[in-house]
T-cell receptor
């Protein structure tokens, strides 16, 4: 089955730790995206990548980092510089970097700081 | 002004009624418009996409786009309790680094028995 797989589903982070959220897709999509969702806030764009080895900051990139070494993979690292990381993180992909096609979403990762 | 605006709701409608969800956007260069449905704790799923002015119908769902007014709406006919969810409007826009998809904050819909 084609789709986007995010792991883990739940993640707990201690203060000061870096954690990495995984996102893998087998849809052969060019573009991949990371969104953060807080209650009542909708989806906010963290980073996006239109091609391999290239990515751009979204609206709330501070405290996050990404890499795009393979077309299928777009991991997100939440660094200790992100002061309020507790949120629902969603990875998405589109066939075209032009975003004129629909975005497919993974199941999400719920990150909690303990 | 937010790039994509939606009334957060909740919007309550009785079962069998028509639910009307609205969205406005600020980027006049936007070309693609999407409605997603999101159940609590789940990821969004695409309901409708629309690219040109007018109406687009798919089953019980109708998307309406008016680019001159920068307005897109979603009508749900014969609303069912299973339609109770948050509906997200998404609009593509061009930034300095390329295209990005921007979401509204979502409208919570409650369909009451």
């Amino acid at each position: 089955d084609g789709g986007i797989t995010q792991s883990p589903k739940y993640l707990f982070r201690k203060e000061g730790q870096n954690v990495t959220l995984s996102c893998e897709q087998n849809l052969n999509h060019d573009a991949m995206y990371w969104y953060r969702q807080d209650p009542g806030q909708g989806l906010r764009l963290i980073y996006y990548s239109q091609i391999v080895n290239d990515f751009q900051k979204g609206d709330i990139a501070e405290g996050y980092s990404v890499s795009r070494e393979k077309k299928e993979s777009f991991p997100l690292t939440v660094t200790s510089a992100q002061k309020n990381p507790t949120a629902f993180y969603l990875c998405a992909s589109t066939f075209s970097p032009l975003m004129n096609t629909e975005a497919f979403f993974g199941q999400g990762t719920r990150l909690t700081v303990v | 002004q937010k790039e994509v605006e939606q009334n957060s709701g909740p919007l309550s409608v009785p079962e069998g009624a028509i639910a009307s969800l609205n969205c406005t956007y600020s980027d006049r260069g936007s070309q693609s418009f999407f409605w997603y449905r999101q159940y609590s704790g789940k990821s969004p799923e695409l309901i409708m996409s629309i690219y040109s002015n007018g109406d687009k119908e798919d089953g019980r769902f109708t998307a309406q786009l008016n680019k001159a007014s920068q307005y897109v709406s979603l009508l749900i006919r014969d609303s069912q309790p299973s339609d109770s969810a948050t509906y997200l409007c998404a609009v593509n826009g061009v930034t300095g680094g390329g295209n990005k998809l921007t979401f509204g904050t979502g409208t919570q819909l409650k369909v009451e028995l």
